[in-house]
């Protein structure tokens, strides 16, 4: 009787786990799917030429930071005063692209995304890597740290 007991114990506990981690799978799928739309909303924005509506995946906080190059910026209104200085017409714009996305959950309201940028313009294609590291807001995803190099 014990050992039908310690049995029917470890089978509800396995059956409690496996359904903790398909509850898990499926909250980190839904989260994935939320980050990329992010990107995808912010892409489409870049290339209307809509720097506000790109700026839209940040968290409009002055705890956001921007790093690239030797630069490090802090604040949601220091990113977009940044994006308007360098891109202040659509020829340096150009066309984005985002490849090679990898989300990693750090938890239930935090990601990490890697991946690469390219922007094909009439006379170059500046391209580089970028890591992001998302909130979960009340807002929605949101991004929080973004640092950024080109190749």
Same mark, same amino acid.
């Not at 014990?2 to 903790?20: D, K, P």
């Not at 980190?28 to 995946?57: F, H």
């Not at 906080?61 to 200085?85: A, E, H």
């Not at 909130?135 to 995803?141: L, N």
């Given at each position: 009787?014990? =050992?039908?007991?310690?049995?029917?114990?470890?089978?509800?506990? /396995? /059956? +409690?786990?496996?359904?903790?981690?398909?509850?898990?799978?499926?909250?980190?799928?839904?989260?994935?799917? +939320?980050?990329?739309?992010? #990107?995808?909303?912010?892409?489409?924005?870049?290339?209307?030429?809509?720097?506000?509506?790109?700026?839209?995946?940040?968290?409009? =906080?002055?705890? @956001?930071? /921007?790093?690239?190059?030797?630069?490090?910026?802090?604040?949601?209104?220091?990113?977009?005063?940044?994006?308007?200085?360098?891109?202040?017409?659509?020829?340096?714009?150009?066309?984005? @692209? /985002?490849?090679?996305?990898?989300?990693?959950?750090?938890?239930?309201?935090? +990601?990490?995304? #890697?991946?690469?940028?390219?922007?094909?313009? +009439? =006379?170059?294609?500046?391209?580089?890597?970028?890591?992001?590291?998302?909130?979960?807001?009340?807002?929605?995803?949101?991004?929080?740290?973004?640092?950024?190099? =080109?190749?």
């Amino acid at each position: 009787m014990r =050992s039908l007991l310690y049995f029917v114990t470890l089978g509800v506990i /396995f /059956f +409690a786990q496996a359904a903790s981690s398909a509850q898990s799978n499926k909250l980190d799928g839904t989260s994935e799917a +939320a980050i990329r739309a992010v #990107l995808n909303v912010q892409r489409d924005a870049w290339n209307r030429g809509d720097i506000e509506g790109y700026m839209e995946g940040y968290d409009r =906080s002055p705890d @956001t930071v /921007f790093v690239s190059g030797d630069r490090i910026n802090r604040g949601w209104q220091m990113v977009l005063d940044r994006y308007k200085k360098s891109y202040d017409s659509r020829e340096k714009m150009g066309v984005l @692209t /985002f490849s090679d996305i990898e989300i990693t959950m750090l938890s239930k309201d935090a +990601a990490v995304v #890697l991946g690469r940028w390219r922007l094909k313009r +009439a =006379s170059d294609e500046p391209h580089g890597t970028f890591t992001l590291l998302f909130r979960k807001t009340k807002a929605g995803w949101k991004i929080v740290h973004d640092h950024t190099s =080109s190749a």
